[in-house]
Structures are given as C-alpha cells and as structure tokens.
C-alpha cells in the first residue's frame, strides 16, 4: 500500500462531496460554501491515482488480459449495480429524485456505463465509463507482452493521440466526445507519475514546490478566471493535480514517518472513497430536506451535518457492503476460466 495515494484520494473523495454540499446550499437557500468552485477538481485527481495504480498493482507481474478485466469488475461493478438498482426503484417512485438538475435518465446505459449522453441513475457514474475505458486500454496492451516502460509509454501515447485527434476533428456524436475528451489525459498523467515515482528521486524541496505550486494554480482558479486560450480541463485541473500528487508520492516516506489522526482519518477515506462517491447522493438529498423542516438551515451546521453524514454512510457502505461484495466476487468470478482461457499468458 502507498499511504500517500490512500491520502489523496480521500481528498478527493471528500472534494467531490463538499462541492456537492455546496449545490444542496444552493438548492435550500443557504449561503454555505458558495465561495468553493473547484470540488470537481478531486474527479481529476481520482483519473491521474487511477492511472498510477494500475502501473502499480501490475508493476513486474504477468496479468493477462481478461484476469485483470475481472479484477476490475469485480473491484467496482458490483457495489456500483447495488446501488444503481437501489436509484431505480427511487426513479420509478418518484422520477424527480433522480437527476434533479434535468436531463434524460437512461436505465440501461446506467448499468452497462454506456456514455451515450444519457444521465446515470448514480450520476456520479459519468466517471465510471473512463475509468472502464482506461482499464480496457490499459489491458489491451498487456496483451501485447510488452515490458512494463513500453507499455506505458504506448498507453500515454494512445490517450495524448486520441485526445489530439478530438481537438482536431471536434466531434458531434456522443461517443466520438468520449473515447476522445481531454480528460483522458489525467489517465496518462496518473502514468507518467508513475514512471518519474519508479526512476526519480525527488528531493524534498522539489516535492514540496510541485505541492505548493498545483495548490497555489487550484486556489487561483477558485476565485479568478484562467486565460480564455486554456481550454482543456485536463490542463487546467490535471496539471495542478498532477504536480500535487507527484509531490505527495515523493514524500511518502515523511508522510509515513509523521503519521497522526489527520492522517488516519484521510488514510481511512482512502479506503472508502469509493463507498463515499458513490453513496453520498443518497444521503444528501434527505438530510437536506430534513434539516430544512427543522429548520436548522444555519450555513456552517448545515455544512457539516451533510459532510458527516455523507462520510458516515461512506464507511457504513465500505464495510457492509464494499469489502464483503470484493470479498465474494473473488471466490464466485472464477467461473471465467470455465469458459475463457484466461490462463494463456497472451490473453
């Protein structure tokens, strides 16, 4: 485990869910957060440890392709289809529940993640089409039996080209838009971090300065507009977010070596921040409405009862269901190698 990648993404976690906070302050006329802009900003950061990881986990290892789809789908899918199944039935209760800020809600594409323009009954789960895309990628390259650098940089090259090939042609069709948005990217940068994490040894001055400075560009476009000619928000957020994570990784050591209860508390949101993504819609919503029949509408309880209980629900969810549907899907998916021969080393 790298604790400084268990850190950050409970920071991005917890990002995600501020800025989401801040619209139900929106919704019940609470001045709370409104000052806070770039929650969405932990999504990013959550492609690039995406990125990273998988070099990791598969770091020096022979993993086929389609063990590593399952180990995929067994890591995120499941959790996933319990709680979209438990938005449908909300959907088909009470319609305006889901995806209150409009558009067209599609059921199948909310299972099978089809990025077709459709909203996702966990709208949260726009997210989990890239995610299943990059690990598609990345696991077409397994197949080719490269050695791990090749591999990535064939993996940067294909993203940074696909990305290129969408600022070029400016697709119309939704699926063009996907399997060519910028933020594909975040994906290659998780990647490059990787590489520099495996061959460079960064000094603590040159860790600490990449923090300061993705820090200082996020606070900057917080409150003041970047020039009109950066357009991509991979380079807006990614690069910022890129610079903190490298820095942070860098210093993996001293964060292990001054551990405290700041850092369990985000080291243990690290391990629900999937829960937590996925769950605090639910959450939100009806403490909201209850909060404003009780009328304790004040902005900073406001705030913080919503925060709480979104993490809450977070852990809740993690160790009820998260860890226990990872658990059994590792025993019950096996019945992969009974139909697929998984077990050749070019597959």
């Known amino acids: 485990m790298i604790y400084s990648v268990q850190f950050l993404r409970g920071i991005a976690a917890l990002m995600v869910v501020i800025s989401h906070v801040a619209f139900k302050g929106q919704q019940y006329n609470v001045d709370t957060l409104q000052w806070y802009h770039i929650g969405g900003s932990g999504v990013d950061l959550f492609f690039i440890i ?3 990881i998988m070099c990791h986990t598969t770091y020096n290892k022979e993993v086929n392709f389609l063990n590593f789809m399952k180990n995929r789908f067994i890591r995120i899918i499941p959790l996933y ?13 009470s319609p305006n529940l889901i995806n209150s800020s409009g558009g067209k809600t599609g059921i199948i594409e909310s299972f099978l993640l089809i990025p077709n323009g459709s ?11 890239f995610e299943l895309y990059y690990y598609f990628i990345f696991a077409f390259f397994l197949i080719l039996l490269l050695k791990d650098i ?6 940067i090259i294909y993203f940074s080209a696909a990305v290129l090939l969408g600022i070029i042609l400016q697709p119309e069709s939704d699926f063009l838009i996907f399997i060519m948005n910028d933020l594909l990217l975040e994906f290659a940068l998780g990647v490059l971090a990787f590489i520099i994490f495996k061959n460079v040894n960064l000094s603590k001055f040159i ?9 200082f560009l996020l606070t900057y476009q917080n409150f003041y507009k970047l020039p009109d000619f950066i357009t991509l928000r991979s380079l807006k957020i990614g690069i910022p977010m890129f610079f903190i994570f490298v820095g942070c990784v860098s210093l993996e050591n001293l964060l292990i070596a001054t551990k405290s209860l700041l850092f369990n508390f985000f080291n243990h949101l690290g391990d629900s921040s999937y829960s937590l993504y996925l769950v605090h819609p639910f959450v939100l919503s009806p403490v909201a409405m209850v909060l404003n ?13 919503l925060i709480t209980f979104s993490i809450l629900a977070g852990s809740a969810t993690y160790f009820i269901l998260e860890k226990r549907l990872i658990k059994l899907g590792k025993k019950q998916y096996n019945f992969l190698k009974y139909f697929l021969p998984i077990n050749r080393k070019n597959l």
């Open 119 to 129: 909203k996702f009954l966990i709208n949260n789960g726009w997210t989990l089409s």
């Open 50 to 52: 995406s990125g990273f």
């Open 207 to 215: 860790s600490l300065s990449l923090i300061f400075i993705g820090i």
């Open 293 to 305: 029949k009780l009328h304790l509408v004040n902005p900073y309880l406001f705030s913080f009862i």
């Open 81 to 93: 289809w319990i709680l979209s199944f438990f938005a449908l039935i909300v959907f088909l209760i």
């Open 150 to 155: 090749y591999r990535y940089i064939f993996i």
